[in-house]
């Protein structure tokens, strides 16, 4: 698993939110907000994809939150807002390269999330609400 092997935690989604993505969204490594329950929001980078250099057979949507958490989210709920795209899913030919690279995605992420267009998105009332049911952003409702 990601978060043994390259030691950037991730928090996964489930099964059936990875496969109601709608079709526009591609594989590949994207950036933005992310919150967990009632806390505050933060910078995210995450993978869509199969995870090429370790062989995944299915989908999985990986997302690292920019911030030290001094226990594990397990069982909490997370709510994200894409704001952008970093490149595509890729294999790699040794963990190094992919650690080199995922290092690479926290500081473009972290670049683009500095800029104002995108800071928007952090107070957006996405992230206000308590109630999952009025959480449609973009046509897309989260389950």
Not at 15 to 34: K, Q, R, S
Not at 60 to 88: A, K, Q, V, W
């Amino acid at each position: 698993m990601v978060i043994e092997t390259v030691r950037e935690p991730t928090a996964n989604f489930p099964d059936e939110v990875v496969n109601d993505l709608p079709e526009e969204i591609n594989t590949g490594v994207y950036y933005g907000w992310a919150k967990l329950d009632n806390g505050p929001v933060h910078k995210m980078v995450m993978s869509i994809g199969w995870n090429p250099y370790f062989r995944n057979v299915k989908k999985s949507m990986e997302t690292h939150i920019l911030n030290e958490f001094g226990t594990d989210f397990y069982g909490s709920e997370l709510r994200i807002c894409i704001t952008g795209y970093i490149r595509p899913e890729m294999d790699f030919r040794t963990l190094d390269d992919l650690i080199s690279t995922i290092k690479i995605d926290i500081a473009t992420a972290n670049a683009q999330l500095e800029k104002a267009e995108m800071k928007k998105f952090k107070d957006h009332s996405f992230f206000q609400s308590e109630s999952k049911e009025d959480k449609t952003v973009n046509g897309f409702k989260p389950h």
